[in-house]
């Protein structure tokens, strides 16, 4: 349990309460998140990730504040603490194509680490093809394994056309970024973005801009995707470089294998909705991503 | 003038700092903030990557030697010395009242020699001698003045063509030819640094705060000045920074070649002039420059100021002019050089 007066000191704070303890602070200075790190390469990989995307954005970010000391963390018995502003009010994306395209542009072109190069790579995310085999799914020939065996076929089919469009891509060097959870991380400043981080490790490939793109599909429509690809292209290059290897990953069926691997810890019932949902997502993605690119290389259908 | 905080960018860039204003002023440049805990001064400009990091280097710099007669900048929560928002760049330093009157005599010119004499002493480097680098910096500037001098030489020769002269122009041409006069003397002068260097094999720089000037120059009521606005300073030759300092001096209020010399004594208690910088510093002093820039202004004139405004300045730089000549004869006299 970390020490009140000992966060407050280390900060310089004067006033402090815990609002959620150990997690949330009330200060004199505003709000503060605590954020407890076990593994320091991983702090430390957050630090500069978090400095570079101010720098490269312009945008506010969830910062590690310095200590008295100057420095950005401080020890506690599990590891290191660090400590950022908590900011709730929420980032409006209405109108914001732009403005959102430039960021996620450079979000996504950032690179942070010396090893991070340039370089161009033959680009296939790590994905379970064995569950697409239909030994693995040897189930009740009720009804529920019938929906099973006849998703498995669909999430194949698209596996194989993930795999097809792959082989005609052209290298590109893989995006290596904090992975972005949700739209939801952009908050309200003064009229200015705040962006908050996650605290995962970091990921290289396509997955998480999936994942952003199929969200901002789903709540502000494709007129809107589209303007704010346009932007996003100026400054990390989807419809040369990165394109391909994006609808790669938006084909790769990872909803079957999250419905799979979810497994008995859900009712069916509840699985079968979450698939059907995010099945439908990915469809409405790789549709007007394809449409986004032109891509006439293969009519890409899901 | 109170401004509101919630106004672009000014709450993104408090926010950094965890400053929560209570009142926003206007004071020049700079906004006064007040706080709670304090007051601080939010200063915009613009600068690029290259002098942003610059800036930030000095200042850092500044205090690692312990240099204390500066308004510091003060870091981000994040520890930053700098915010950008779009092109613009902003910097924090807590509040410094500047006082005119002081409790005890102090005469301002001397506080800054003082001070300007001890940044440099501080940051004295000697540098690696390259005869092309100097050979590049002294023919650069010995052109710039031809070109000036020939610049002027046609704008005479133009005016003195004119059946009737303004009162602008029969007063620059009623001094034009002294000015020619200070324009020989400055080469004279740089070209006796040119050879002091060359012959010495060496030549030093320091850290030239690059615009000092009283405006740049906080003043506490017992007469300590601190200097602030540190985002043109470079390393180069202390006649440089001594020059832009006793120019300022000069066109501040009336001095003669005593009180000119008395400056630079106190500045050279601190931080003494080679003699080839003294010729540097003079040469810099001795060309007609500001004449010229009153010239270059009434070419340019667009109606908004009156004849009688440009006669005026042009007669105050003529005058700043003739106490440069008898500064500099007599920092050179035959008693003065066996000094």
Not at chain 2, 46 to 71: D, K, Q, S
Request: with cysteine; proline share 4%.
């Amino acid at each position: 349990m970390l020490r009140l007066d000992a966060v407050l000191e280390s900060y310089g704070l004067k006033e402090g309460k815990w609002k959620i303890a150990g997690s949330l602070l009330e200060t004199e200075k505003g709000l503060k998140r605590i954020h407890v790190w076990t593994d320091k390469a991983l702090l430390n990989w957050h630090i500069s990730w978090r400095d570079q995307l101010a720098e490269n954005t312009g945008c506010l970010t969830d910062r590690m504040i310095q200590t008295v000391r100057g420095e950005r963390m401080s020890l506690c018995d599990e590891g290191w603490i660090t400590v950022h502003d908590e900011v709730s009010s929420p980032f409006s994306y209405k109108n914001k194509e732009k403005e959102t395209g430039r960021f996620f542009g450079k979000y996504y072109s950032l690179k942070v680490e010396d090893k991070q190069t340039d370089e161009d790579h033959a680009y296939f995310p790590d994905f379970n093809a064995e569950i697409l085999d239909r030994k693995a799914h040897t189930g009740k020939r009720d009804k529920n394994g019938e929906f099973v065996e006849a998703v498995r076929k669909e999430a194949l089919m698209r596996y194989q056309k993930a795999k097809r469009l792959n082989e005609k891509a052209d290298p590109a060097p893989v995006p290596f970024v904090c992975p972005v959870l949700s739209l939801n991380q952009a908050r309200l400043v003064y009229e200015k973005m705040y962006w908050v981080n996650s605290t995962e490790k970091p990921e290289s490939g396509y997955r998480s801009l999936s994942r952003m793109l199929g969200e901002w599909l789903k709540h502000q429509g494709e007129k809107s995707l589209f303007a704010m690809l346009d932007e996003m292209d100026s400054y990390f290059p989807l419809k040369n470089k990165h394109g391909v290897p994006l609808l790669t990953e938006c084909l790769l069926p990872w909803e079957f294998a999250d419905f799979i691997e979810a497994g008995e810890n859900q009712s069916f019932g509840a699985r079968r909705k979450v698939l059907a949902e995010r099945w439908e997502t990915s469809r409405a993605l790789v549709k007007a991503l394809s449409k986004w690119l032109d891509v006439t290389r293969e009519q890409v259908k899901v | 003038m109170n401004i509101d905080v919630q106004q672009k960018p000014l709450g993104a860039v408090l926010f950094q700092y965890d400053i929560y204003p209570e009142k926003i002023e206007n004071v020049g440049k700079v906004k006064r903030i007040f706080t709670a805990n304090g007051q601080y001064a939010l200063k915009e400009t613009t600068m690029n990557e290259e002098e942003a990091h610059w800036f930030v280097h000095v200042m850092r710099r500044l205090e690692r030697i312990g240099f204390h007669y500066v308004v510091p900048v003060l870091p981000t929560k994040y520890g930053d010395y700098i915010v950008r928002y779009g092109s613009q760049t902003f910097y924090l330093m807590p509040w410094y009242e500047d006082h005119q009157q002081f409790r005890s005599p102090v005469y301002p010119e001397e506080v800054m020699a003082e001070e300007l004499a001890k940044l440099h002493g501080l940051t004295e480097r000697t540098q690696d001698y390259s005869e092309t680098v100097l050979e590049k910096s002294f023919e650069t500037l010995k052109k710039r003045w031809a070109y000036r001098k020939l610049e002027m030489e046609r704008y005479a020769d133009k005016i003195e063509g004119n059946v009737y002269l303004s009162p602008f122009e029969l007063t620059f041409l009623t001094h034009f030819q002294r000015s020619i006069f200070m324009a020989d003397k400055a080469e004279e002068h740089l070209t006796l640094w040119y050879e002091g260097v060359k012959e010495k094999k060496s030549f030093r720089s320091v850290l030239c705060h690059g615009k000092p000037a009283r405006k740049h120059t906080c003043f506490d009521k017992y007469g300590t000045a601190y200097f602030l606005n540190f985002e043109k300073a470079v390393l180069d030759t202390p006649a440089r920074d001594v020059a832009h300092m006793f120019r300022h001096f000069f066109m501040s209020r009336p001095w003669d070649e005593q009180e000119g010399r008395h400056w630079l004594q106190i500045y050279e208690k601190h931080f003494a002039l080679y003699d080839e910088e003294r010729h540097l510093f003079v040469s810099y002093l001795a060309f007609p420059e500001s004449m010229y820039q009153m010239a270059d202004r009434y070419m340019k004139r667009d109606g908004k100021s009156t004849e009688l405004h440009y006669v005026t300045r042009l007669e105050k730089r003529v005058l700043t002019l003739n106490r440069v000549q008898r500064f500099m004869n007599s920092l050179f006299s035959p008693e003065n050089e066996n000094r």
